[in-house]
């Protein structure tokens, strides 16, 4: 059974940094590719980055382009999202995603199969 577990979120101000982590079970994780997706109030998800199987190509949204990084730490099982200059706009609950063996980084929510269950990004102005 795979299982995919979201931390770090939490209340940051304006022009703050967070790092988001999400460990992966159940699966080989080092073959996948791996997501970070958002949900603010009111609003659909909307994807935010993403990375390829083999670490070496990645994928942003352009509203995050330059601000935040996508890493992945395969002896972890782990993906990462730094998010630095944060803005009130990115208050949201953040998800990962896996899906899509031996991948290339992909910002299309059907392009991957198993979620976690989020964790709660809030960025006071």
């Known amino acids: 059974q795979v299982q995919l577990v979201e931390s770090g979120g939490g209340l940051v101000q304006t022009g703050g940094s967070l790092r988001l982590s999400c460990a992966v079970s159940?699966?080989?994780?080092?073959?996948?590719?791996m997501g970070w997706f958002r949900q603010a109030p009111g609003k659909e998800r909307e994807s935010v980055a993403a990375i390829g199987w083999s670490g070496d190509r990645t994928d942003y949204a352009d509203s995050v382009m330059g601000r935040f990084t996508i890493s992945r730490d395969n002896a972890k099982s782990t993906v990462y999202l730094q998010m630095d200059s944060l803005k009130p706009e990115d208050t949201g609950v953040y998800y990962c995603?896996?899906?899509?063996?031996?991948?290339?980084?992909?910002?299309?929510?059907?392009?991957?199969?198993?979620w976690g269950r989020g964790t709660q990004v809030t960025v006071s102005s």
């Open positions: 159940g699966r080989t994780f080092s073959r996948y590719r």
């Open positions: 995603a896996i899906g899509g063996q031996w991948s290339s980084p992909s910002l299309n929510h059907r392009d991957y199969d198993t």
